[in-house]
């Protein structure tokens, strides 16, 4: 593919603070984004193949599956339909968000074991909140560049509905107080002097603030979140997600019947602008709205990472390469924006820039935030590359489980359009990005 110009900056004055001041975003604000670095990759780490389970609403129809089995689910399909052998795997790397209910105690380890995998291959369970999935597959692909182990299964899971309540302990002896928290979303347990310091955001609300910083309008967030919609469903037309599906039996109240969950629930394709308008801010004064935000969902990914050795000696050809990727911090308030440095870090660690992405994956936690991004990235909110086969607005974010299905459907577009690079990234509550550049190379 011919190589885009590289896009120019816009020239963003800042990100306003709780106190009122302004933030300079210099790091990335009218500079050169992705401007080549050090050229740190990870060259021997490669991604063969993964499934992921059809991402089902909140209560909907995975609700009554535990999601240690909706991982063990993913794990045993991507295996079994693979040349590798599970003695071969040295390490099950999960991420996973919630962990307060039958995720807790490392659901990593024990949906290795319900899998099928033999007790000596270990498990890991990891939390970088909604970007574990991907957090995942960057620590299996940094093992293997690091000559830690030449095999990994790598992915993400969360079961949203079945997040419990907990209940905190009292703060003195025999004191009488009851504090209870919803673990489906949000913070709980949150420290007065960091709540203090920098907030207590809701996620919502950190994407208005997005939206008030930037100039991000509700018509704008609508608008891009119709696309999603309308994307999902020309890609669902086309049988794009069709390979990528792992369908899940579900056992029914009643003895004996079953059903079988082979399609994203979450979806609906037969929204419309109209329908979009109608809605109202979920904060007065705000822009978000149920229509225009990621879901509460359920799911499960599992991918095959490996070295090019392990693929040669069974015969296995990769997909792609994780070439290298970053982390970086924001503030709070504005933890939408965090895949913006993050993306900058990776591709220049990559010695690569946005005009060099075929495929641009951006976690839609919120179309404002996505909005926010595209605009201190320089990229039109049109930009083809950019979620072409829709985003979390459409197909849901079960929250440990986006990151992997993220990684997935980027290769798997690659693939698709013939394209070399691209670019997955994702926003992380508490103020933080993550990114990855992948290579196809198959």
Not at 372 to 398: F, T, W, Y
Request: neutral net charge; aromatic residues 4%; proline residues 5%.
């Amino acid at each position: 593919m011919m190589a885009r110009d590289r896009p120019k900056m816009r020239p963003v004055s800042g990100v306003r603070r709780p106190d009122g001041s302004v933030a300079a975003w210099s790091a990335y604000n009218g500079g050169n984004f992705g401007a080549p670095g050090m050229g740190i990759s990870m060259n021997n780490a490669f991604i063969y193949d993964g499934v992921r389970t059809p991402f089902g609403r909140h209560a909907g129809a995975l609700a009554a599956v535990r999601p240690d089995d909706l991982l063990a689910g993913t794990i045993a399909t991507v295996m079994g339909r693979s040349p590798f052998r599970g003695e071969d795997v040295e390490d099950v790397v999960i991420g996973c968000t919630n962990q307060a209910g039958e995720d807790c105690r490392n659901i990593a380890r024990r949906a290795g074991l319900l899998a099928g995998l033999p007790v000596e291959v270990a498990g890991m369970t990891i939390n970088r909140l909604c970007s574990s999935g991907l957090a995942a597959v960057v620590d299996a692909a940094r093992a293997v560049a690091c000559g830690q182990g030449e095999l990994f299964i790598a992915g993400g899971v969360e079961s949203m509905s079945r997040a419990p309540f907990v209940m905190a302990k009292s703060e003195r002896a025999y004191g009488r107080q009851l504090t209870t928290f919803d673990t489906t979303l949000g913070s709980r347990f949150a420290n007065p002097r960091a709540t203090a310091q920098y907030g207590d955001h809701a996620m919502p609300v950190t994407a208005d603030n997005v939206a008030a910083d930037l100039g991000i309008t509700r018509e704008a967030s609508d608008r891009f979140a119709l696309a999603s919609q309308q994307r999902f469903a020309a890609a669902k037309a086309e049988c794009f997600y069709k390979d990528e599906l792992d369908p899940v039996t579900v056992v029914g109240s009643k003895r004996g019947t079953t059903t079988t969950v082979a399609d994203d629930e979450h979806p609906r394709p037969n929204t419309s602008a109209e329908k979009l308008a109608t809605l109202r801010p979920l904060f007065d004064g705000g822009v978000v709205t149920a229509g225009n935000a990621s879901g509460i969902n359920d799911g499960a990914v599992a991918l095959i990472v490996g070295s090019r050795a392990a693929g040669e000696g069974v015969g296995a050809a990769p997909l792609g390469r994780v070439v290298c990727a970053a982390a970086a911090g924001v503030e709070p308030r504005v933890m939408g924006l965090g895949p913006v440095p993050a993306s900058q870090k990776a591709l220049a660690r990559a010695g690569l820039s946005l005009s060099d992405m075929d495929v641009i994956e951006i976690n839609e936690a919120f179309a404002a935030q996505v909005l926010g991004c595209l605009k201190l990235m320089g990229l039109d909110q049109e930009d083809s590359r950019v979620n072409p086969n829709g985003g979390a607005i459409a197909v849901g974010h079960p929250l440990g489980a986006s990151g992997a299905r993220l990684t997935l459907t980027a290769m798997r577009q690659l693939q698709r359009c013939g394209g070399r690079y691209a670019l997955v990234t994702l926003c992380i509550g508490v103020g933080q990005g993550l990114a990855a550049v992948l290579e196809r190379v198959s």
